[in-house]
């Protein structure tokens, strides 16, 4: 299993590719979110502005976090990283970042 530090390395070339609208994390994102992940191991996932008035930065990343088998890498600004993890009981998520 790649390490965190390899990940994020990896992860800095990628562009975001799937955003989170208004509606939020539902069934259908959480869906596409496995879908990528199972592809491609590595993506990332931008918030945009008008669900971030709704919701807290947190508050999404956990909503993910609890429906999608995998491991937050990074949180920079509105966009999260997240690798793939196969087995949903492995999971040893790291806790969102604290706002300030």
């Known amino acids: 299993m790649h390490t965190i530090r ?8 990628l562009r ?3 955003q989170i609208g208004k509606a939020g994390v539902t069934d259908s994102v959480a869906a596409e979110i496995t879908a990528q992940l199972k592809r491609k191991k590595l993506i990332k996932v931008k918030m945009l ?3 971030l008035g709704r919701e807290s930065h947190d508050s999404l990343a956990q909503s ?4 999608v088998p ?4 990074r949180e920079v600004g ?3 990283t ?6 949903a009981q492995d ?6 970042r604290k706002s300030p």
């Open 82 to 87: 997240l690798s793939y993890l196969p087995k």
């Open 91 to 96: 999971i040893k998520a790291r806790p969102a």
């Open 64 to 67: 993910i976090l609890e429906r």
């Open 16 to 18: 975001p590719s799937l």
């Open 49 to 51: 502005k008008n669900v």
């Open 78 to 80: 509105n966009v999260l």
């Open 6 to 13: 390899k990940l994020r390395k990896e992860s800095q070339e």
């Open 70 to 73: 995998c491991l937050l890498v």
